[in-house]
């Protein structure tokens, strides 16, 4: 009798987990890179040519073959998927990055940590440490019983050495050479090395599959290729060179790996982190988005075909779980990294209505687009106010699977204000501390330097978030970096109303000094969790604790 009351629990146990899995939803994180808020189509209904940032149009006057006014018709039809799924979800106005670059902000997606906490400032902190073991939030959801893929960008890992050695062991050299030394000493081996996939490894510690992933195909580097790529890998496999247009071959793996999950009725989550629109943007786009896209000038037909093939590879996705009945019940989110290179290749309107870009703690910089739909659990809600993060996605997804969240991260769950079920904000402020340059945009041009030397040389910077204001610690300038400031310039803090001055124009500090020390006291209540960089100069730094 005993046995037969076991085996009868098992059963009703058995079927109960069935059916949590059942009505658990499917999960799609869809994220871009560089793209800008004024790119996308839900943002930029209202916006006009006068908004856009004025250094940068007077870049595109002096070098590109477009005008404004014809950018922003092409922003206004290269994105009608993720349009609807706006407007027919919810998008938020006030989202942000954690980060104005790509690693330490994917880093802190996966986290739901701050940069700061983890010694991140910059790229290289990321690339010469990287993640930490246990800490990836997929492991909740992989652990909770659901079928977990990384697909396309990474880079949030250390590369992995081995490579270059099995290169060098092939040719009977027994020593150890890292990258820039073996270009030098042994430079007919660089390409093989190059091949053979070392720019996109990732260390095995660090491999998604050891992170909460069940399936990996991508690469751990800032940018791959959109054809002939030989940096993406395949769980621990180098995948050869790579056949196909990129964006394309990344949305044919998510939607195997949605098929076989389908099939086995097994709840999904797919990270789909997809190249474009990151430099380099050449060559163009396949003629099947392109030629929806001519203009007068290759750049902006190529930003819009390359966008425009995101927007259409994620419909691919749509039509596949609407017939196999999965869209119901799959929550969506997209977002970008961080704001838009804005120059050259990354057109018009950029971050527009917002100053400044990548790498930047300015709007432009740090400000992103947002967005969730989930027919079965986010009624339709259209646009949302309320101060959000892109690290609150993972968060938002772990409490719609019916987990937790780990407790003491900096992410918080959105579900509440997307469901209706809540209107308490979720973040109070937020907060952002790491190199602030000028390398990675239009501003470059102001630059005395080339770009990785002003890397090397550019400030320090800090800012918070919290209300209608933005508060900026812009830390020493050297001399010779900008040729705005030839002889250098001491640190400086700056308020602004970012909701009454996008593009931050008017210096509010002298006017609101009690908010400028209420806002300054929020921001050093983090510092003391700030730990050394890994790699970023320590003095500057340490201009961001005082």
Sequence with gaps: MMKIRVLLSMIVASASLSALAANRPNLLFIMVDDLGYGHCQWHNENLTVDQFEPYFKERVAQTQEYTPEQALELSKKAMPTLSRLAKNGAYFTRAFAASSLCAPSRLAVATGKIPPDAGVYTNMDVESGGIKPGEHLAHKLHDAGYATAHIGKWHVGQRDQQVIQN??????????????????????????????????????????????????????????????????????????RQAGYNTEVFTDKALGFISKQVKGKKPFYVQLHYHAVHDYLEPNAPNRYWNNFKSPSYNLSNFYSHLNAVDQNIQRILDHLEKTGQLENTLIAFTSDNGAMSGGANVLPGNAPFSGH???????????????????????????????????????????????????????????????????????????????AYAWGFNRHRSLLGKNDERNKAPGGWALVQGDHALRFTGTIEPGVYSEQPDGAPAKLELFNITADPAETTDLKDQMPELVQAMKAEYFKHTPNFAPPVRWNHEKWGELLK
């Design 167 to 240: 290169v060098l062991a092939k040719h009977g050299i027994e020593e150890t050479l890292w990258w820039g030394q073996l270009g030098k000493k042994h430079p007919e081996l660089y390409n093989e090395a190059w091949d053979a996939g070392y720019y996109g490894s990732v260390v095995p510690e660090q491999n998604p599959l050891n992170n909460g992933f069940d399936y990996y195909y991508g690469y751990n580097n800032w940018a791959s290729q959109f054809y002939d790529s030989t940096l993406v890998w395949e769980n621990f496999k180098h995948a050869g």
């Design 358 to 436: 990548k790498g930047m703690f300015r709007q432009g910089g740090i400000r992103v687009p947002l967005l969730f739909h989930w027919p079965k659990g986010i009624p339709p809600q259209g646009e949302m106010k309320p101060l959000a993060s892109s690290m609150d996605i993972l968060p938002t997804f772990i409490e719609a699977a019916g987990l937790k969240a780990p407790e003491h991260i900096d992410a918080k769950s959105l579900l509440g204000l997307l469901s209706g079920k809540s209107k308490a904000a979720v973040h109070d402020n937020l907060v952002w501390a790491g190199i602030h």
